[in-house]
């Protein structure tokens, strides 16, 4: 949100959107810090799928955003992500939760129903299980048949997630920037997507 702020030539108008009451009085204070902008900046709580998705409802022509998605998790739901493309008019940079959805994908591909409903809306459909799961067959040394599930890594996720944006968007950056905890794991994934067909080209090269 700082950044945000400091962004010169600033934004005409700047919307943040926090569900937590604590988090949005920090929002406030950070405002107070910036006076001359007062008029342009709108803080509001509530729940950002939600949110997100009545502003996508409004006509966006002649209009145009940037969007910024910080989940701390797995929130977003994909029909939100859905309504920012549909606007033809916001760009996207969006954290998706890689370490989030790995851990939720079971070594044995046995997954609780509460996770399996979580990853469908975070994903938007239900054939993940057969892109991150595979079958693999072998014979033992008495020819026995055996069948073993193999979990897929997050750069199978990565693609996948990479493809279901460039399903919607008018551009989707190739190369997006892996975060990752003290121990090198991968926590989110920083993806830049291009809303509007014709201008998508040069945020796309920024990005």
């Given at each position: 949100a700082r950044v945000a702020l400091q962004c010169n030539p600033p934004f005409d108008s700047y919307v943040f959107i926090e569900k937590s009451q604590a988090r949005c009085q920090e929002l406030e204070r950070l405002v107070s810090g910036f006076p001359q902008m007062a008029k342009k900046i709108s803080i509001q709580r509530g729940d950002a799928n939600k949110q997100i998705q009545i502003m996508c409802e409004k006509n966006w022509k002649g209009h145009r955003a940037v969007l910024f998605l910080d989940p701390y998790g797995t929130q977003v739901r994909w029909k939100t992500i859905?309504?920012?493309?549909?606007?033809?008019?916001?760009?996207?940079?969006?954290?998706?939760?890689?370490?989030?959805?790995?851990?939720?994908?079971?070594?044995?591909?046995?997954?609780?129903?509460?996770?399996?409903?979580?990853?469908?809306?975070?994903?938007?459909?239900?054939?993940?299980?057969?892109?991150?799961?595979?079958?693999?067959?072998?014979?033992?040394?008495?020819?026995?048949?055996?069948?073993?599930?193999?979990?897929?890594?997050?750069?199978?996720?990565?693609?996948?997630?990479?493809?279901?944006?460039?399903?919607?968007?008018?551009?989707?950056?190739?190369?997006?920037?892996?975060?990752?905890?003290?121990?090198?794991s991968p926590l989110y994934l920083f993806c830049f997507a291009a809303g509007n067909p014709k201008g998508a080209p040069i945020p796309m090269d920024i990005a």
């Open positions: 859905e309504a920012i493309a549909a606007t033809k008019a916001i760009d996207l940079w969006v954290l998706f939760p890689l370490g989030g959805v790995n851990r939720m994908l079971t070594q044995s591909g046995d997954i609780p129903p509460e996770w399996r409903q979580c990853l469908d809306e975070l994903l938007g459909t239900t054939d993940w299980y057969d892109e991150f799961y595979r079958i693999e067959s072998s014979s033992t040394l008495f020819e026995e048949h055996v069948e073993r599930v193999v979990k897929s890594g997050t750069k199978v996720i990565s693609d996948y997630f990479l493809r279901r944006l460039r399903g919607c968007f008018a551009g989707v950056a190739p190369n997006p920037a892996v975060l990752r905890n003290s121990r090198n």
